[in-house]
């Protein structure tokens, strides 16, 4: 009789992971034969002992639970403090981050390399923002927003909720109610190929 996999061993795609009897076998990354498990892709093999289920996980995946400094993350802007803006990241280098309990912080003086008076002038809850990892304090992270490729890429109207439309490097306008917000844009904002629905 073969050897099962052990949890956190790297199996190859079609390789063996044990039996039935053993395992309850995931469905989207292992497949049954004969009683026996394999794999059906390239990856780390995950072991639930409470639940007796075996999965693998792809590379990236496993990757994904550490952030870095100099990850890029996109976000949604949960709360505006009186100097900073807190951020939950959704996506982590362009990889969808499913059950992110990941924050960051932009500091106002991580915002823009212009002078920023007021956060209000940058951000609005629920904005969408591209940002940098700067910096990491236990489970939390400090995020800048400087540079052309960083800030806001998606906000709506704070009276109507139309998304909002590019006026100036620094003003949107909602075309349903003639509202006109600050932000701190990003040079893509209106026109980013990413996904942004979570
Ligand atoms: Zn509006």
Known sequence: MKDSAKDKEIVLTGQYLGVVEEYL????????KDGGIYATKTGIVKIDKDRRSIKVL?????DRKTVKIGDIVIGTVLFLRLYS???????????IQFNSSYLGNVHVSHISKRYTEKISD????TDIVRAKVTSQEENEYSLSTEGNDFGVIHADCSICGTTLGRISPDKLRCERCGNVE???LANDYGNVAESLKY
């Open 182 to 184: 600050n932000r701190k």
């Open 58 to 62: 792809g590379y990236q995946e496993e």
């Open 25 to 32: 076998p995931d469905k989207q990354s292992t497949y049954v």
């Open 85 to 95: 803006v807190g951020i939950s990241f959704a996506t982590i280098n362009n990889k």
């Open 122 to 125: 940058a951000f609005q809850i």
